[in-house]
C-alpha cells in the first residue's frame, strides 16, 4: 500500500531525512518510533506530498506522490502533528468542508460526516465552534477529518498527544478498529502506544530506519539471557559471591538504590530461581522478593537509539 | 471548479462569521457615505446658486459633481483597506496549519489561489454593492445621474480594488505574518499608486537607457534615441491612470486589459511562490 525508496530531505546541508526505504502492506498498523527530531513528521509530510522529498520516491495505493499528487492525495487522510482546523468553524460544516475538498459526492456527505462525527464520539459537540472546544475534542475534529472519505491510507501524526488517559485509550481502540481495512501509520515517541496498537514498528533515529520488525520479533530480542531480581533482608559481604557459585549464574550486581537487591543474570535455557531460593532459605539470607526482569521494549528501543543493538533494517 | 467553489465559498463565510466583514464595510460605507453626501450637498447649494445663469448651464452635471469624485475617493478607501481584508487570506493558514491540510487534500494550489481570491473578492462585491444606495438616493431627488457612465465608473473602481488584491494575495503568500503581509501589501500598492509623481521626473527615454545599458552600443547600431521616455511607460502602469477614465464613464479596453492583466499576473506569481518548495526540492 506504501512503498518508500530512498527518501530524502535536506535542509540545507542538514538531512532531515537520509534516504529512508520501507513499504506497509494493506491493513497493517504501522507504527514511527523515534526521538524528537528524528524525522518522523518530515516522513509523513512527504508522504502526503506537503513536503517535497529531496531525493527518492514514495507511493502510495500505486500512485507516485509527486508525480500523481492528487490521485494519491485522494487516498490518504492525514492527521497533522497539530491538528489543522479552522478555528472559526463550526464542527459539522468544518467536516463538511474539509469532505468537499476530499471529493466525497453530495448525496454521500451527510452520512460520511454523521459517521466520522460518530466514530469520533464528537455527537455532543458537533454544533460548537471547533476554537472553543478544549485540546482532547480539537484532536479528535482533526482525526474525523482525516477519516472522512475512508481513505485506503490513514497518516496519523502523534495522534495521542495532549489527551487524557480514558481519551488515548480510546483513540487507541478507533485506531485500532481501522486495522484490516485501512492502512495506518502513526508516529509516537510514547513506547506503550506502539505496543498496544501497532502490528509493526519502525524505528527512526537520526533520519535514518534503525530497526523494522514486527512486534513479536521485537520483543523477542535479547532473550538470550535472562536476568532474575532479589531482594534479601540480611545481607554479608560474602552474599555476593555466594549467590554467584549456583550454577547457571553469569553474572551478579548489586543494586545501587536499595540494600540487599540484586540482579542476577542467569543462562538463557535454566531457570534457576529454585536454586536460588533454597540456598536463601539454608544460609538464612530472608528473602523478601524475587521476579523475573524482562527486557522491556524500552530497553530494546534505547539499545538501538544508542547504537548497542544491530538494527535489522 | 467545484473545488474552486468550495475554497471560495468558506473563505465568504468565515469573513462574514468574523467582526472583520462588518467592520471593513461599515468603516468603507461611513467614510464613502459622508464624501457623497459633502459633494451632494455642494453640489444642490451649487445648483441653487448658479442654476439660472445659462454660463454655468454646463457644468452642472451631476455625474461629473458627485458621482466622479466619489469613485476618486472610492479608490482611495481601497487602497488603504485591501490590505487588512487580504492580509490573512495565506499568512494565517501558514500561521495555524491549516495550510497543511489544503495542500494536502486533492487539489491543486491554482484552485486554492483561485478560490480564496474569490472570496475575498465577495467581500468587495458586498462593499461596492451597498454603495449603490448613492446613485439611487440621487434618483429620489429631481435630477438623475445617467446611468451607463456611473455603471462604469463601478466597474473601474472594482477592477481596482481586485487588483490591490491580487497585490495583497501574492505578498500574504509569502510570509506567515500577517502585520507584514499587510505592511508589504500597503506598500506595494501605494507604490503602484504614486507611480505618476516618480514619471514625472523620469525624464530619460527608454531608447536612451538602453543606449546607457548597452555601453553606446545602442547609438552605434542606429537604433534611435527618441520615442517614449521612461515616465511615459511608469505612467502606464499607475493604478489610478487607469481609473481616470472609468470615472469620467469612458469604457476602454486598455485600462481592462491593465487591471485583469495584474490580476492574472499576480495569481501567477503567487502560484509560483507557493509551489517554488517543489521545484526548489
Redesign the interface.
Known amino acids: 500500500m506504501i512503498e518508500v525508496a530512498g527518501l530524502t530531505k535536506m535542509y540545507g546541508q542538514r538531512a532531515a531525512v537520509g534516504g529512508i526505504s520501507f513499504s506497509v502492506s494493506k491493513g497493517e498498523i504501522a507504527g514511527f518510533l523515534g526521538p524528537n527530531g528524528a524525522g518522523k513528521t518530515t516522513t509523513m509530510r512527504m508522504l502526503t506530498g506537503y513536503v517535497t522529498p529531496t531525493s527518492g520516491t514514495a507511493r502510495v495505493a500505486g500512485f507516485d506522490v509527486q508525480d500523481a499528487p492528487i490521485e494519491a492525495k485522494r487516498r490518504i487522510g492525514y492527521l497533522p502533528e497539530h491538528p489543522p482546523l479552522y478555528r472559526e468553524m463550526v464542527v459539522r460544516p468544518f467536516l463538511r468542508f474539509v469532505a468537499a475538498l476530499r471529493g466525497v459526492p453530495r448525496k454521500e456527505m451527510d452520512g460520511r460526516v454523521d459517521r466520522a462525527v460518530e466514530r469520533c464520539g464528537l455527537g455532543p459537540v458537533a454544533g460548537r465552534l471547533i476554537g472553543n472546544l478544549s485540546k482532547g475534542y480539537q484532536q479528535r475534529v482533526g482525526l474525523a477529518q482525516a477519516i472522512l472519505h475512508e481513505p485506503d491510507v490513514l497518516i496519523l501524526d502523534e495522534p495521542t498527544v495532549g489527551l487524557d488517559p480514558s481519551q488515548i485509550r480510546e483513540i487507541r481502540q478507533l485506531i485500532k478498529s481501522f486495522a484490516g481495512e485501512h492502512t495506518v501509520i502513526l508516529s509516537t515517541h510514547i513506547l506503550a502506544e506502539v505496543t498496544m496498537t501497532c502490528n509493526r514498528v519502525l524505528i527512526i533515529n537520526e533520519g535514518r530506519i534503525a530497526a523494522d520488525e514486527t512486534m513479536e520479533t521485537m520483543a523477542a530480542r535479547g532473550g538470550s539471557t535472562r536476568r532474575v531480581a532479589l531482594r534479601l533482608a540480611r545481607v554479608a559481604d560474602a552474599t555476593e559471591g555466594q549467590i554467584r557459585t549456583i550454577p547457571g549464574v553469569l553474572d551478579v550486581k548489586r543494586e545501587d538504590g536499595q540494600d540487599g537487591s540484586f540482579v542476577v543474570e542467569t543462562e538463557g535455557a535454566r531457570d534457576v530461581r529454585e536454586q536460588i531460593a533454597e540456598r536463601a532459605v539454608t544460609q538464612g539470607w530472608g528473602l523478601l522478593e524475587m521476579r523475573p526482569v524482562t527486557r522491556s521494549l524500552e530497553d530494546i528501543f534505547i539499545g538501538i537509539i544508542k547504537g548497542e543493538v544491530e538494527g535489522a533494517a | 471548479m467545484?473545488?474552486i467553489l468550495?475554497?471560495a465559498w468558506?473563505e465568504t463565510?468565515?469573513y462574514f462569521?468574523?467582526p472583520l466583514a462588518y467592520v471593513v464595510i461599515g468603516v468603507f460605507v461611513g467614510l464613502s457615505g459622508y464624501i457623497f453626501w459633502t459633494h451632494l450637498v455642494l453640489y444642490s447649494e451649487f445648483c441653487l446658486r448658479y442654476g439660472g445663469s445659462p454660463y454655468f448651464q454646463n457644468q452642472l452635471n451631476v455625474n461629473d459633481r458627485v458621482i466622479r469624485p466619489l469613485f476618486g475617493s472610492m479608490g482611495v478607501i481601497f487602497l488603504l483597506m485591501t490590505p487588512v481584508v487580504s492580509m490573512r487570506l495565506f499568512a494565517e493558514e501558514k500561521k495555524?496549519?491549516?495550510?497543511?491540510?489544503?495542500?494536502?487534500?486533492?487539489?491543486?494550489t491554482a484552485q486554492v489561489i483561485v478560490g480564496k481570491f474569490l472570496g475575498a473578492a465577495s467581500l468587495f462585491v458586498v462593499m461596492i454593492g451597498v454603495t449603490i444606495a448613492y446613485p439611487v438616493l440621487i434618483l429620489a431627488s429631481n435630477t438623475s445621474p445617467e446611468m451607463k457612465p456611473t455603471l462604469v465608473g463601478y466597474l473601474g473602481v472594482f477592477l481596482m480594488a481586485l487588483s490591490f488584491l491580487s497585490l495583497g494575495l501574492l505578498i500574504s503568500a509569502m510570509t506567515e505574518n500577517q502585520i507584514i503581509a499587510a505592511v508589504g501589501a500597503f506598500g506595494a500598492s501605494l507604490a503602484f499608486w504614486i507611480l505618476p509623481w516618480i514619471a514625472e521626473s523620469a525624464t530619460i527615454t527608454l531608447a536612451g537607457a538602453m543606449n546607457w545599458l548597452t555601453f553606446g552600443l545602442w547609438e552605434k547600431l542606429h537604433l534611435g534615441l527618441g520615442g517614449p521616455t521612461l515616465g511615459d511607460f511608469l505612467t502606464k502602469l499607475s493604478f489610478i491612470n487607469h481609473l481616470e477614465d472609468f470615472r469620467k464613464g469612458l469604457f476602454d479596453t486598455e485600462h481592462l486589459v491593465f487591471y485583469v492583466s495584474v490580476v492574472f499576473f499576480s495569481l501567477f506569481l503567487t502560484q509560483r511562490v507557493l509551489d517554488s518548495?517543489?521545484w526548489r526540492?
Do not use: Q
Not at chain 2, 97 to 108: R, Y
Open positions: 467545484k473545488n468550495v475554497i468558506r463565510r468565515t462569521t468574523s495555524s496549519g491549516t495550510a497543511e491540510l489544503l495542500f494536502t487534500c486533492p487539489v491543486t518548495p517543489r526540492g
